[in-house]
């Protein structure tokens, strides 16, 4: 019996509840018969509070183990041709870009900024594309569309460091055409090598700042539990239309990077090739006229295709038509502009066909000998 007694003081001590039992007076003597009640009224709040942040957490999925690149699953057919189509361009854009960078390094006649320059930005397209366009091929054939969250993360790192530090080289790009045609008889002083290597290492290093501003906070985000990306690849733009939470702050964040990385550039080179025009139409011989024009033709084209379709997608990433038009855009600057720029800069550059012809011939003549 004593035991018994014992365990019965022992639970009330332990036991919360017991704190408002009925032998528990008030200041007038009437005891506190609704003790218990009352004690689950305050427990049940702080309860209620606990299951929802738990319910919360699971539903928005803050770390998630992956995520669904939903691209065009609901068409297979069409997924089918972009499978063939996307090939096809990767392939030229490995051969075409891989052409420009051993052709740059080998000829001696194309040791100058411009083809220093060109050399940067074919890596950039090789690294850009590689990035993205494997696990895009995937998705269009396999049934599986998933992604790790960890693959994520790193594609959305290389992906947006790359893209920022094509923008700024393309600037860097237009400088140099604008020294060539505006200060000719000052070029080679301008644009000496420490220059052209301090100006590349500005490149590869605003990538980096770039990346480094904006990835970790989309990553963040509160994701929906659905996981579902209607995109092809991990970008800003479709993680945070996947978002649940509030976005206002990355939507501020993308569009002060990109005022910096697309909008400045894009400024400065429409200034640059101003005077271009203004030095282009004071020339008088039409020979010379033609010859300016046409050194900085296929740098203008690239610069169109490239800013117009990452500028759609990255200034107002959840308008009506970055959301619906988003993954053709997607597709164009990720397969089509990369595959376009070797052919732009190749077809229509007689140094780069003189040369392609001299490591022709030198090759004849060793088999030869």
């Given at each position: 019996m004593q035991g018994g007694i014992v365990q019965d003081e022992t639970k009330k001590k332990l036991n919360p509840v017991c704190l408002f039992s009925e032998s528990t007076l008030d200041k007038n003597g009437k005891s506190y018969k609704d003790g218990?009640?009352?004690?689950?009224?305050?427990?049940?709040?702080?309860?209620?509070?606990?299951?929802?942040?738990?319910?919360?957490?699971?539903?928005?999925?803050?770390?998630?183990?992956?995520f669904i690149l939903l691209g065009f699953s609901d068409n297979p057919r069409l997924e089918i041709t972009l499978f063939v189509a996307v090939s096809v361009f990767y392939t030229v854009t490995l051969v075409g870009n891989t052409?420009?960078?051993?052709?740059?390094?080998?000829?001696?006649?194309?040791?100058?900024?411009?083809?220093?320059?060109?050399?940067?930005?074919?890596?950039?397209?090789?690294?850009?594309?590689?990035?993205?366009?494997p696990q895009m091929l995937v998705n269009f054939w396999s049934s599986d569309k998933t992604i790790s969250y960890l693959g994520c993360a790193v594609q959305l790192y290389i992906f947006l460091g790359?893209?920022?530090?094509?923008?700024?080289?393309?600037?860097?790009?237009?400088?140099?055409?604008?020294?060539?045609?505006?200060?000719?008889?000052?070029?080679?002083?301008?644009?000496?090598?420490?220059?052209?290597?301090?100006?590349?290492?500005?490149?590869?290093?605003?990538?980096?700042?770039?990346?480094?501003?904006?990835?970790?906070?989309?990553?963040?985000?509160s994701f929906c539990h659905h996981h579902q990306v209607d995109d092809f690849v991990c970008e800003v733009p479709a993680l945070i239309r996947l978002a649940c939470g509030d976005t206002h702050v990355n939507e501020l964040q993308i569009s002060v990077i990109g005022a910096i990385f697309l909008m400045g550039p894009l400024l400065l080179i429409l200034v640059s090739y101003g005077r271009i025009t203004q030095a282009v139409l004071a020339i008088q011989s039409q020979n010379g006229r033609s010859k300016a024009f046409h050194t900085c033709s296929s740098h203008l084209a690239v610069v169109f295709l490239f800013y117009c379709s990452v500028t759609a997608v990255y200034i107002q990433p959840r308008s009506h038509f970055s959301q619906k038009g988003g993954k053709f855009l997607t597709l164009f600057y990720t397969v089509v502009t990369p595959t376009l720029n070797p052919l732009i800069y190749t077809l229509r550059n007689k140094d780069m066909k003189r040369a392609f012809r001299r490591l022709l011939g030198k090759d004849r003549m060793s088999s030869e000998e």
């Open positions: 218990e009640d009352r004690y689950k009224r305050m427990e049940e709040p702080k309860k209620m509070d606990g299951f929802r942040w738990a319910l919360d957490r699971h539903a928005n999925g803050t770390v998630p183990d992956g052409t420009i960078i051993l052709l740059s390094h080998l000829d001696p006649h194309l040791h100058t900024p411009m083809y220093f320059f060109l050399t940067h930005l074919s890596i950039l397209d090789l690294c850009f594309t590689t990035s993205c366009i790359l893209g920022a530090s094509e923008c700024v080289l393309l600037l860097v790009m237009a400088f140099d055409r604008y020294v060539a045609v505006c200060r000719p008889l000052h070029y080679a002083v301008i644009m000496h090598p420490p220059l052209c290597h301090k100006l590349a290492f500005l490149v590869w290093a605003s990538g980096v700042f770039g990346t480094l501003v904006q990835s970790p906070t989309t990553m963040k985000l």
